[in-house]
């Protein structure tokens, strides 16, 4: 009777613990590789990077240098998303003034052109100066419980 008793308790805790899975699958599915790369690839600690002094004097003088082009790329940002185009994401609530500074200090451009309508196309485009379709790049990869 005992026997039966603690056959019955272990057979119900594999299928609670089997159901708990299933219904957590996505979730494990998303978190479990970061789990295990950082138990097989743990980062160390931060260093410290000693820098070089630059020379006293510039060897081309200013006017004659290249400028300096930085180009920001975000995900899912729209032009009405910074304060600095006169919107701002919740009405102007949260402000980027950091960014809002690069653009008064530098060029604005206000007629853009995206080689893809989503992120990881647009940034292929950008870093070959291809379209997307042209080398095979045309949706973002992403993992299948995301593309539910």
Same mark, same amino acid.
Do not use: K, N, V, Y
């Given at each position: 009777m005992r026997l039966r008793t603690v056959?019955? /308790?272990v057979v119900?805790? /594999?299928?609670v613990l089997a159901l708990a899975l299933y219904l957590s699958?996505?979730?494990?599915?998303l978190r479990v590789p970061g789990w295990l790369n950082r138990w097989r690839h743990p980062i160390g600690a931060s260093q410290t990077v000693t820098w070089q002094a630059g020379p006293a004097t510039a060897a081309v003088p200013v006017a004659q240098r290249p400028p300096n082009i930085v180009v920001i790329v975000a995900d899912d940002l729209g032009y009405n998303d910074l304060t600095f185009g006169g919107g701002g994401v919740a009405g102007g609530a949260v402000p980027t003034p950091n960014i809002d500074s690069i653009a008064r200090d530098g060029v *604005?451009?206000?007629h853009g052109y995206s080689g893809n309508a989503t992120c990881a196309p647009s940034r292929a485009a950008i870093m070959t100066g291809r379209l997307?379709?042209?080398?095979?790049f *045309?949706?973002?990869p992403a993992p299948k419980p995301f593309m539910r």
């Open positions: 056959g019955i /308790a119900t805790s /594999a299928l699958f996505d979730w494990l599915a *604005e451009f206000t997307p379709t042209r080398f095979g *045309e949706f973002t």
